[in-house]
């Protein structure tokens, strides 16, 4: 059924939500603290130097003193892991995506993944202190050392519990990254293999889906229940190529705020111009919103109604949809229907209108539907464009823009 949603019970909803902003100068303030690590650094780094140059450092002081400075390197480490991880994770998007100097773990990053490395970050802190013990085992009590092997011996157990209880996530984020793997030839290259998609036939079998707890797999799930033909992000779309194009309106709808809202979206444009690319990136978003889609192109859903109406359901299947507050139509127009096909078109825009969102995307402007839907195009483009963003891509087709610049190459 529909998810319904009391406005105010999303108002308030999005209130609290809203109130993560608070935690913001906390990692600022952690910044700072970065700060003070950094002072002690060269504070300590200038006392080992000078201890050097006066010749008063013996073996085992220069030992001590590089492992102390390992020691507030790795607490520093720990710091941004913290400050930026911490941030990506409960406050807002970095959007570091294709940040040269973006590390491997902040793509799949999340609080269980964020315990394990804290936990792992702990140990080689607590590994440098009880080596500095034992290079300095003079001066150190049995008292120290035996307590010192012990906290770090507890540091490494539940270090080992909390790897152990992300084990299916870690899991999953492995498949994941073997999953991107398989990169289509024409993207191969371009962006890196992360994010792209392999075909439905490659893709591991549902069985090997990790527990329903996990928010990473729950999208993981959303993505590869939607049928994307392959998968798109927003991220690896390059704003400057489509002419005229307004940023803005997809800064806005990448926030996919417009499922809640039940609006639609279309994307209108040449063929080669990224539409499908964007529908599918927004399909991808609205998953990691929480949200269920589906995507197929307007042929296959023609074929999906009409199967339903000739079994007597068709009904039953619009009430159906609406458990994918999503649904995705693509390639709109590239084949005309005839009149009982256009009027399940028009039976399920109808259907949605309010209700739950839809995109589509169309080679041809909304006021020329009437070539692909016949008579029944104006009753229907109104419902659609009612609360619907419409999207201009204007310009050369990307295909053969790589293709010629390949050429040139
Ligand atoms: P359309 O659906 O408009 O015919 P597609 O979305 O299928 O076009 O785009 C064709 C190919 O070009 C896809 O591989 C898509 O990822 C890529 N592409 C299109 N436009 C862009 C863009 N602006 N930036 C990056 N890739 C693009
Ligand atoms: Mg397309």
């Known amino acids: 059924m529909a998810k319904v949603q009391n406005p105010t019970t999303t108002t308030l909803g999005y209130a609290l939500f809203a109130t993560r902003w608070l935690q913001a100068p906390l990692y600022f303030g952690l910044v700072a603290a970065q700060g003070v690590y950094v002072y002690k650094f060269f504070k300590e780094l200038w006392t080992l130097i000078l201890m050097c140059l006066g010749g008063h450092a013996t073996e085992t002081y220069v030992m001590l003193a590089v492992l102390k400075l ?31 100097d973006q590390p491997e773990w902040l793509s799949h990053v999340n609080s269980n993944v964020l315990k394990v490395k804290l936990a792992t970050a702990i140990v080689g802190i607590s590994s440098v202190h009880l080596l500095q013990m034992f290079v300095d085992v003079h ?172 079994a007597g359901r068709l009904d039953a299947e619009l009430t159906a949809l609406d458990d994918h507050p999503l649904l995705i139509v693509d390639e709109v127009g590239y084949t005309p229907f005839d009149a009982a096909t256009a009027g399940l078109f028009f039976r399920l825009v109808a259907h949605r209108y309010e209700r739950a969102s839809l995109i589509l995307t169309s080679d041809r402007p909304l006021g020329r539907w009437d070539e692909v839907f016949g008579p029944s195009a104006p009753a229907m483009t109104d419902r659609l464009a009612h609360h ?16 010629t610049s390949a050429w040139a190459d």
Request: glycine letters at 8%.
């Open 70 to 100: 390992v020691d507030v390197v790795m607490i520093a480490n720990l710091l941004i892991m913290v400050i930026v991880g911490g941030y990506e994770t409960f406050v807002s998007r970095i959007g570091l995506q294709g940040h040269r």
């Open 388 to 403: 619907a963003e419409i999207v201009r891509l204007d310009g050369d087709s990307y295909r053969t823009r790589r293709a």
């Open 139 to 310: 001066h150190t009590s049995r008292h120290a050392l035996l307590w010192g092997t012990v906290i770090h011996m507890a540091f490494i157990a539940s270090a080992a519990i909390l790897a152990y209880m992300s084990g299916p996530m870690v899991a999953h984020t492995d498949r994941g990254h073997a999953d991107r793997a398989p990169v289509p030839p024409a993207q191969a290259g371009d962006h890196g293999s992360r994010q792209q998609t392999e075909p439905e036939s490659e893709r591991p079998p549902a069985a090997v889906i990790p527990p329903r707890s996990d928010p990473d797999a729950d999208t993981e799930a959303r993505i590869r229940a939607a049928g994307f033909p392959a998968r798109k992000v927003l991220e690896d779309f390059d704003q400057q190529h489509p002419r005229g194009f307004d940023r803005e309106a997809l800064a806005r709808l990448g926030k996919a705020d417009f499922v809640d809202a039940r609006r639609n979206v279309v994307f209108v444009g040449p063929p080669g111009t990224g539409k499908t690319h964007l529908a599918v990136a927004l399909g991808v978003r609205a998953c990691q919103a929480g949200h269920r889609v589906l995507f197929a192109t307007a042929a296959e859903w023609a074929a999906r109604l009409s199967d339903a109406r000739a």
